[in-house]
């Protein structure tokens, strides 16, 4: 690269995304200079490590700076000494509004944070920005660019996303995008549906990725202990866990399911455990550190996924990567990830009887959660390690910075 680049997401760092945190780890591990940008300032309470403290403390915050009137003022007249990119910025977020005067507001909010983040970059010399979420800090990257001249790209990650497609103008980012990083092919697909077909060859695939020798341990053997790793909202499936879980408890009374994750639904899920009866099975632990969820795979029988949307789960890969057999549900990406009776049990979303089914077979056959957990850990290997799909990740960067970007849609020895 001629230059540093820097990454860009609503909330950076924070407990529900450290997969951004490791693929910035990654670049710079491959040479690159990667400075950190985030639209909001994280509360501490989203910390979990010394890691993510420290990350913290070197990060731009966009909205903080644009609420500075005097930084405002002085990055709209820097802006301004190229009248004719400020005012197609002007017309841009003008024109990929929604509709109505409350997306109308917004987006000449997100037009003042983008002078506010064109200014930061050009005095840190940045020259590429890279967005995580392709929702309002995408929109913000892609008003910046126009804006500044500065290229940027971003990573597609949904399912939410593809819910409101048109409302975030993915049509427009796809467009304007040096390139798009999308997680899967299901997301690659979906990418390709929202977009014209000479846009396709810069859609390529990378894969959020682990750090497998975080998780090389012995293969556990914990027959009565199952986790659940996400955030507590309707989205992830828990009551059909919790139903799942009662079925199974006749003939496992041992059984104890913990939770780390919390969110807007924990209040709600702990009363529905209670009128269930299920409290003195359950753990509800709240936000860990990736040390302390590598520690609780290493003492866990499976890890449970029920949810109704996801992108590929970075647990899943954790879990894989921990000689741990999955369940988990048959949404969007996640059978590129898990094969069904190989590496763990892929069910039909909602379905309260397969899950206890696929569970009952995970507790009572050891030999069974030994093979799936080996074959887990070589899927994790073979292509979703954080290092390797930063190198790749690299050379997507370089390559349209020079004007050679690869024709592939992933590494030639992978693709």
């Known amino acids: 690269m001629s230059g540093p680049i820097a990454y860009l997401t609503g909330e950076y760092p924070r407990a529900t995304d450290t997969f951004i945190q490791r693929e910035v780890a990654a670049l710079r591990a491959h040479g690159m200079v990667v400075e950190?940008?985030?639209?909001?300032r994280t509360?501490?309470?989203?910390?979990?490590?010394?890691?993510?403290r420290l990350e913290a403390c070197q990060t731009f915050h966009v909205l903080e700076a644009t609420t500075s009137p005097l930084r405002l003022i002085r990055a709209h007249l820097a802006a301004f000494?190229?009248?004719?990119?400020?005012?197609?910025?002007?017309?841009?977020?003008?024109?990929?509004?929604?509709?109505?005067?409350?997306?109308?507001?917004?987006?000449?909010?997100y037009l003042a944070e983008a002078a506010v983040l064109a200014d930061h970059l050009r005095r840190r010399g940045i020259t590429h920005l890279h967005n995580h979420i392709a929702k309002s800090s995408c929109t913000v990257a892609m008003l910046m660019s126009e804006m500044s001249g500065i290229p940027f790209s971003f990573t597609l990650h949904g399912p939410d996303i593809f819910f409101e497609p048109y409302r975030w103008r993915l049509d427009e980012k796809i467009a304007r995008a040096r390139f798009v990083a999308c997680i899967s092919d299901f997301c690659r697909s979906q990418a390709m549906a929202f977009s014209a077909p000479k846009h396709w060859a810069k859609l390529h695939i990378v894969h959020c990725g682990v750090d497998p020798a975080r998780y090389d341990a012995a293969a556990p053997d914990a027959p009565a202990h199952l986790l659940f790793v996400g955030r507590l909202a309707a989205v992830k499936g828990?009551?059909?866990?919790?139903?799942?879980?009662?079925?199974?408890?006749?003939a496992h009374p041992d059984l104890h399911l913990t939770l780390v994750g919390d969110g807007p639904e924990r209040g709600d899920l702990e009363r529905v455990a209670q009128a269930m009866g299920l409290a003195a099975h359950l753990t509800f632990a709240g936000y860990r550190s990736q040390s302390e969820v590598a520690g609780l795979l290493a003492q866990s029988t499976a890890l449970v996924l029920p949810s109704f949307a996801e992108g590929v789960p970075v647990v899943l890969m954790e879990a894989m990567a921990a000689r741990l057999p999955v369940i988990t549900t048959r949404i969007a990406g996640v059978p590129e990830l898990v094969e069904h009776g190989k590496s763990g049990f892929v069910v039909a979303p909602g379905d309260e009887g397969a899950l206890s089914a696929a569970l009952a077979l995970i507790l009572d056959d050891a030999d069974l959660r030994r093979a799936m957990g080996e074959a887990g850990r070589a899927r994790v290997l073979a292509e979703f390690t954080s290092d390797a799909e930063g190198a790749w990740l690299a050379e997507l960067f370089e390559?349209?910075?020079?004007?050679t970007p690869p024709l592939t849609k992933r590494p030639a020895a992978r693709a």
């Open 238 to 250: 828990v009551p059909v866990l919790f139903a799942a879980l009662s079925d199974l408890l006749p």
């Open 81 to 109: 000494k190229r009248p004719k990119r400020w005012f197609r910025a002007l017309c841009l977020a003008w024109r990929t509004s929604s509709g109505g005067i409350k997306s109308t507001l917004y987006q000449l909010i």
């Open 43 to 52: 509360g501490p309470e989203h910390h979990t490590g010394p890691e993510q």
């Open 399 to 403: 390559g349209y910075a020079t004007g």
């Open 36 to 40: 950190t940008c985030s639209m909001r």
